[in-house]
């Protein structure tokens, strides 16, 4: 079964301390993990899609790694306004659909 | 402007009633979900429709119903035997291969 996990569930960190958001999946033929962010009460925002091991990519404060079972969403120095939800998806498997993990609650304390 | 429109932002549904969810989308993109999103909860996948004319159930389907009449509508009936429809509903669509774009979502309760 098409499967993707997400740890930690919530991470507190202070303002300025790096971390890193974990998103492990099973899919028979992965073709695209993407990543989201999410304020309460929105529609998730696109972050990244990366298409295969070995890939990377960077946007401002976020880098995102890919290998075959898992995924990385590393946060340098960041700010309270990173704070929300984010989000790892993938698409695959038999049906072709997307699946989404539950997510982890990041918080930055100023 | 281009993108995916849903409505209402809230509705309120009384006990036995059917209501349904409007998702229109101007990308001309060929496939189109629907997803569940419970508090502190991720996305589970409701139903999808990879053209038109055709949709898959996703992991939850009891309860919904939808139809793909139209390359740009993807409008969710949720029905009384859907017996907790209280949640936020995400209505997105894509390019094969390509990322989701989601619409603002629509906040469901009970009266």
């Known amino acids: 079964e098409d499967q993707v996990t997400q740890s930690p569930e919530a991470l507190r960190l202070q303002e300025g301390e790096s971390s890193s958001l974990n998103c492990s999946y099973t899919v028979s033929g992965l073709r695209g993990l993407f990543w989201y962010r999410q304020d309460p009460g929105k529609g998730p925002e696109f972050l990244f899609t990366l298409y295969s091991a070995g890939e990377e990519k960077e946007k401002e404060r976020l880098k995102a790694t890919l290998t075959k079972k898992e995924s990385f969403l590393h946060i340098t120095a960041p700010k309270p306004e990173d704070s929300a939800t984010y989000l790892c998806?993938?698409?695959?498997?038999?049906?072709?659909?997307?699946?989404f993990g539950k997510g982890t609650r990041l918080h930055i304390l100023p | 402007d281009g993108g995916i429109t849903q409505s209402p932002k809230y509705l309120f549904r009384k006990e036995g009633q059917n209501v349904t969810l409007s998702c229109e989308q101007n990308l001309n993109h060929d496939a189109m979900y629907w997803y569940r999103q419970d508090p502190g909860q991720g996305l589970r996948l409701i139903y999808y429709?990879?053209?038109?004319?055709?949709?898959q159930k996703g992991d939850i389907a009891e309860g919904y119903s939808v139809s793909r009449e139209k390359k740009e509508s993807f409008p969710l009936t949720v029905t009384s035997a859907q017996k907790n429809p209280t949640a936020f509903y995400l209505c997105?669509?894509?390019?094969?291969?390509?990322?989701?774009?989601f619409g603002s979502g629509t906040q469901l309760s009970v009266l």
């Open positions: 997105a669509s894509t390019s094969r291969n390509e990322k989701l774009f």
């Open positions: 998806a993938v698409q695959g498997g038999r049906d072709d659909k997307i699946i």
């Open positions: 429709s990879q053209i038109v004319n055709d949709f």
